[in-house]
């Protein structure tokens, strides 16, 4: 990825409709799209940029840790890399002090209490204004661009092939934790760069949990195993859920499956610009209850992925907002019983002007393993 005119100009007319003067940017996802820097970012938030609604460069501070790889990806872009000892809060208070004399900082509403203390001791005795906003940077990042869908594309193409390999890895007597280490070693192997969260493998009363925590329980003859795994390549992730099942499921659990396909599929057929997170969530939970498992989702029927598995927007009742192309989202209804079983059927896909396009490839057909 490469750095990119046409975020810089969203972000700058994004903060002029707030009636800011700058932005002070420091979640790392927020700087890795707004720079397009590749290699140079990791999990520490050791990087803040420093962006001026009116234009010119974009600063960059960093540490010496980084400055040498930024410097590198910086050349021929207006990023300006620095990389001064000292703290975040007295470089954004230089930065303002060489761009303008007054008016509102936006800042994040995910900065830490702290550094937003020291922010406000930065700039006493100024006019300046810390304006708070909520999710500016993530919602531009909400709308993906051919570039990060090719990414995306490529990143689910492991996760696809990972799928084909454990269907035929898995046997009864494995515990959990042996499928999730197949499974990561498979797409660490296979063209992932990372994984793009820790893998799930929840088999029998574990897959009741929606975020079960892998263990050494073995797979037994009977139960269903569901496996919820994503890579991640060239910065971006992939998420996926399937379901399996040792030997033919019968009674209640057969019935659970279909109607949680017919909810799946429901959804990913309707879900177009327009529509909002609450209306596809809705879609979703009418579908399970049609089929006798009215409640027994509990969680959002969806969410953004991207730089991060969890972005904008999401597929939830607390969601109003209209879908828009270029949102990037995933459908995974869920049905849980304690205390026997549960299953969930996710794909991830992008809304286009003619609907839901899915980057994931595996089967939604029952898949029976002995």
Known sequence: MSFSTD???????????LGARAMYVRDVADLEWLTGFEG?????RAHAAFVDAAGGCIKLHTDSRY?????????????????ERCGMAVWARSCWDAAADDGALAIEDSVPLSEYRALQKAFEGTDVRLLETDGVVVGLRSVKDAAELDRMRA?????????AHIVDFIKPGMTEREVQLELDWFMLTHGADGLAFPTIVASGANGASPHAIVSDKPLRAGECVV???GAKRAGYCSDMTRTVFLGEPEGDMRVAWETLRRANEEVEAALRPGMTGREAHELAERALAAGGFEGRMGHGLGHG????????????SRNDAPLVPGNVVTVEPGIYIPGRFGMRLED???????????FTRSTHDLVVLH
Do not use: K
Request: charged share 30%.
């Open 40 to 44: 140079v970012f990791d999990d520490e």
């Open 305 to 316: 992925v991207g730089l991060e598995v969890h972005e904008l927007p999401v597929l939830s």
């Open 7 to 17: 975020r810089e100009a969203l972000l700058r007319g994004r903060l002029s409709g």
């Open 348 to 358: 991830c896909g992008v809304v286009t002007e003619r609907g839901f396009e899915p």
């Open 227 to 229: 496996m919820d795994f």
């Open 155 to 163: 990143a689910q193409a492991v996760t696809d092939a990972a799928f």
């Open 67 to 83: 400055v040498t790889a930024m410097r590198r990806e910086a050349e021929g872009t207006p990023v300006e890399v620095d990389a």
